[in-house]
């Protein structure tokens, strides 16, 4: 009778595993950056490894560039800051290395790209001849090069070509003072697509969206221009296998105040030639902005941004996913809401269809208090609530805190990693549980200095499943769960 009440009791345990682990995992998470100043998200990539890397910028106090690694569940894995000549710099684009790593391009005082491997150690760090360059996107070329557009401050449109070693190919500078270029794909046949938005005068009513079409070492093929709306921009293009998709912002006027414009967005389809064969606006009663756009499949889209809420004296932007069919009608949209705003920059959509889309969330009553805002959802849309992570990097002398183990899953062996505060004089114990709470081990059980310690526990010998680690130590105490898959 016991045995077989053993048997049952592992079914449980082994199908609640097998749940848990089959079953998307949806969160939203607040990273602060070390300094607990400004923190701010722009890109986004899934490495070969399964795990995430968001860039942004962290003030230091000047603005500087900052990486994160995390996990499936959206735990930090490990995170880089990465100190530059320039007074201001930031990382505005990442794309993921089929080596293994991450490249990553942004703003500094000149054009630059930096490759980082799995564990965040720098495998180059290359600055090129251009200055006062904006490199807002860069891709994996077919020949395992990089290629990134932006602009130049004041003089134009910017393209640059690196080989897989991020030596520098070719750069092309398209004059015009108001070309920006914001996104570049592989384009049909061979060369590149490459969109971003053209104006007449400063003023944003004259933006037209632009789209080039150039051969492999930069040379323009055809070029388009498109304004079927008032003010329309060009942020993102697509290669879809049979054309182009082309995405942006517009200003559009709205009833019942004909007069007042406001900003939505907007999709083409484009044929191989860049000609126009389908539009769509977003009607809107309230300003929308594009951060991402993405596709799900060829019949699904995803649009990643926000818009602002004016039901309160404050307008506040909140984070919006919207899915969509190929013509544009709405699927699934959900807005995901702050005290002060979400600005969605950057998204992806995994092998899994599983959404990730990192940005920025206003955290404190200043700028000064940014945290890097990330969340992970599935086709439904839905998120846990907000948790808010205070990176290891960043703990301060007077906090308690018990960290994510890592890896997690694991086989066999982890690292459990905690911060003990000043003023702590009690015994330190840190203790493993099995799911029905019997302890398996004390790893720890002693007095131990301020400051941060790690421990490997090695579960050589025991089955897969859920277990539990918790720490203690006078009034302090936590518990957190990892996952032995073997």
């Not at 990643?304 to 899915?323: C, F, K, P, R, V």
């Amino acid at each position: 009778m016991k045995t077989l009440l053993k048997i049952f009791l592992f079914l449980i345990i082994v199908s609640n595993i097998s749940t848990i682990l089959s079953q998307p995992i949806n969160w939203q998470k607040l990273y602060n950056g070390p300094n607990r100043g400004a923190d701010l998200g722009y890109g986004v990539c899934q490495t070969n490894d399964k795990n995430f890397v968001l860039v942004g910028s962290t003030r230091t106090p000047m603005f500087t560039m900052y990486v994160l690694k995390i996990d499936q569940y959206g735990d930090t894995l490990w995170t880089k800051i990465i100190s530059s000549s320039s007074l201001v710099s930031d990382i505005y684009t990442v794309a993921p290395a089929k080596d293994g790593g991450c490249v990553f391009s942004g703003y500094s005082d000149s054009a630059f790209s930096i490759k980082l491997d799995n564990f965040g150690n720098i495998i180059w760090n290359k600055k090129y001849q251009r200055r006062n360059v904006q490199c807002y996107k860069i891709i994996e070329t077919l020949d395992s090069g990089f290629i990134g557009c932006g602009r130049i401050i004041g003089e134009g449109g910017y393209i640059f070509k690196i080989n897989k070693n991020g030596d520098f190919e070719f750069d092309k500078l398209f004059p015009d003072e108001y070309l920006a270029f914001k996104s570049i794909d592989i384009a049909h046949n061979s060369g590149y697509i490459v969109c971003g938005t053209i104006y007449n005068t400063p003023v944003l009513d004259t933006a037209k969206a632009y789209v080039l079409r150039i051969n492999k070492t930069g040379d323009v093929i055809w070029e388009k221009r498109y304004y079927e709306l008032l003010g329309l921009s060009g942020k993102v293009i697509k290669n879809t296998g049979s054309g182009y998709i082309l995405c942006g912002g517009a200003s559009i006027y709205f009833n019942p105040k004909p007069t007042e414009t406001l900003a939505t967005k907007y999709f083409m389809k484009l044929d191989t030639s860049g000609n126009q064969i389908y539009f769509k606006e977003f009607k809107t009663v309230e300003t929308q902005y594009l951060g991402d756009f993405q596709t799900i499949n060829k019949n699904q889209f995803l649009f990643i941004g926000g818009i602002d809420s004016t039901q309160t004296t404050i307008i506040t932007t909140n984070g919006l996913l919207t899915i969509t069919d190929s013509l544009g009608n709405i699927i699934n949209e959900r807005t995901y809401q702050s005290t002060r705003y979400i600005e969605l920059e950057s998204g992806i959509v995994t092998g899994n269809n599983e959404i990730i889309a990192v940005g920025t969330w206003g955290v404190g009553p200043s700028f000064n208090h940014d945290d890097i805002y990330a969340i992970k959802t599935d086709s439904n849309l839905f998120a846990n609530p907000v948790v808010r992570i205070i990176n290891q990097n960043s703990v301060l002398p007077n906090e308690f805190v018990l960290f994510q183990n890592y890896p997690n899953p694991f086989n066999p062996r982890t690292i459990i990693s905690y911060n003990l505060p000043n003023g702590l004089n009690g015994i330190v114990t840190l203790k493993i549980f099995n799911i029905l709470g019997k302890e398996i081990i004390t790893l720890v059980n002693e007095k131990q200095n301020v400051g941060n310690h790690s421990i490997e526990f090695h579960g050589d010998n025991l089955p897969s499943g859920i277990y539990f680690y918790k720490i203690q130590s006078g009034i302090y105490s936590d518990i957190k769960k990892m996952v032995l898959l073997r």
